[in-house]
């Protein structure tokens, strides 16, 4: 079928030109004029195009009157400029092709206003609502704007494994991939489950993070990125937390915890105007029906230069604030929600990069510092969501590494490949992780990080 997207034809193709469009019906008014309007999605955009369907064609009554939300049509027309307010150009259809029915009453995208909640149980349908397809063109906006900039800047985008036989965090909780059959597993003599007869003979998961991996090309090929999904078995349900999300991790050879900030303040702002850019409809939409004021704050922030604070100096800004919060700041606490929202919002109204975090609370491969006790780690906060991206300098010295991994209760021998990149030719390098759900929750304004991803897996929730 030659067809023509919604979003061109409103988009300056000159009254008078024939159009075929296809799309998905919103709704149709009959008129006593003797004719009927159809407004028509077809995904593209988010405004609807208006066709005016008379009552001359040929299948008005049989088809035409038939037609009810979610039915499929083609229309074929000449494009008029519109009388009617609220559009400036509609289609006047000189045949309209149904290409799917839809029954009147079980639509469940009908007339009525369905809640999130009630959505995602239809993430089959939800597509086809305004807030679905505006979160859908922003999303693939946002990965389109990453792989722009690292490309530009000369990163490779390279792929790590999503099943891995590696626990990246040490800490993570990750979920098992095995053929095993779970009820009658072979067992080894002591009793334990024999994972020399699983599938891969060892045990393997998914991945929690392509960080390990991503490195060991890095130390090849200088500035590296991954983009892919990471898994997380966490019991968290909160609304920034999935089972599944997609990691953004650029790795760069010969650079310390200062250029990762600086990268991740070029990454952040380069993303906030590219949707800004590209995809202000949509965001006209967040700001008017989901969050106002988004807007506003995406534009605020794609010039505003980012906070900096060690982690030594936001305790104590957070400690002598005066601000009865719910877990009492101190040193060598994991930062809660709360207090990263503090810091983002109420002290340095904007973005906020904090460096330096006490050892015993980060992973084991960051760089530790010189007075002992700190890591050359570094979290950048944002107002509302707090936490988007976590990063580190990595501990390029082969002796404090191994002491490390000993001192964390990790076997070194399982760490060889990790450990080799010190032994053969060291370098300094840095880089850190992006949660892309949280990013387009930041830009979108959406409440729930569910709402952000086609497909939301989280506890109790695989539709
Ligand atoms: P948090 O403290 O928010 O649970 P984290 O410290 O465990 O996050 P990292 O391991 O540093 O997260 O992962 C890097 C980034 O991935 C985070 O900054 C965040 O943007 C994102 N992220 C982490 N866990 C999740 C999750 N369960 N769902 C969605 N995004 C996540
Ligand atoms: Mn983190």
């Not at 839809?102 to 995208?109: G, H, K, N, S, T």
């Not at 995809?279 to 906070?307: I, Q, T, W």
């Not at 990069?353 to 906060?381: C, E, Q, S, W």
Request: aromatic fraction near 10%.
């Amino acid at each position: 079928m030659k067809r023509i997207r919604i979003k061109t034809v409103l988009s300056g193709v000159e009254p008078g030109t024939r159009v075929t469009v296809a799309g998905w019906v919103r709704t149709r008014r009959d008129s006593k004029g003797g004719f009927s309007f159809l407004e028509i999605n077809d995904g593209s955009c988010l405004a609807n195009l208006q066709v005016i369907a008379p009552a001359e064609l040929d299948n008005y009554a049989g088809d035409v009157l038939k037609l009810h939300p979610g039915a499929s049509v083609a229309v074929e027309g000449t494009l008029e400029a519109s009388e009617g307010a609220g559009q400036a150009v509609e289609v006047r259809a000189r045949a309209v092709r149904v290409l799917g029915f839809a029954p009147p009453v079980e639509y469940p995208l009908g007339k009525q206003k369905v809640g999130f909640d009630r959505l995602r149980e239809l993430p089959h349908l939800r597509a086809r609502t305004n807030s679905f397809g505006a979160v859908a063109r922003v999303r693939h906006l946002l990965a389109n704007a990453t792989h722009r900039f690292f490309h530009e800047r000369g990163f490779l985008y390279v792929h790590t494994p999503i099943i891995t036989s590696s626990d990246c965090e040490g800490a993570g909780a990750m979920f098992q991939v095995t053929t095993l059959d779970p009820h009658t597993p072979p067992r080894r003599a002591d009793g334990a489950v024999d994972y020399e007869q699983d599938f891969f003979g060892r045990r393997a998961a998914l991945t929690v993070s392509g960080q390990l991996e991503g490195e060991t090309y890095a130390c090849a090929m200088g500035d590296i990125y991954t983009f892919g999904p990471t898994f997380r078995a966490e019991n968290s349900n909160t609304r920034r937390h999935l089972a599944e999300f997609w990691m953004i991790e650029p790795e760069m050879a010969f650079a310390d915890l200062d250029d990762d900030a600086e990268l991740a303040e070029a990454f952040l702002r380069h993303l906030f105007q590219a949707v800004l850019r590209d995809g202000a409809d949509d965001l006209r939409f967040f700001d008017r029906r989901v969050l106002p004021g988004v807007l506003a704050r995406l534009e605020r922030l794609a010039d505003a230069p980012f906070g900096r604070v060690t982690y030594t100096e936001a305790v104590r800004l957070l400690e002598t604030s005066g601000r009865a919060f719910e877990f009492a700041p101190c040193w060598g606490m994991d930062m809660q929600s709360e207090h990263e929202r503090f810091l983002a919002e109420e002290v340095f109204k904007g973005p906020v990069v904090v460096t330096d975090y006490p050892a015993a609370i980060k992973a084991f491969y960051m760089r530790r510092n010189d007075d002992g006790r700190t890591v050359a780690a570094m979290d950048v906060l944002l107002p509302e969501v707090g936490e988007i991206i976590g990063g580190s300098q990595r501990e390029e010295r082969m002796e404090v590494l191994e002491a490390t991994l000993r001192a964390s209760g990790l076997n070194p021998d399982e760490y060889a490949a990790y450990l080799d990149l010190r032994r053969y030719g060291s370098v300094p390098h840095a880089g850190f992780g992006l949660g892309f759900e949280r990013l387009v929750q930041f830009c979108t304004g959406m409440h729930n990080i569910r709402d952000v991803i086609p497909y939301p897996r989280a506890p109790r929730l695989c539709v």
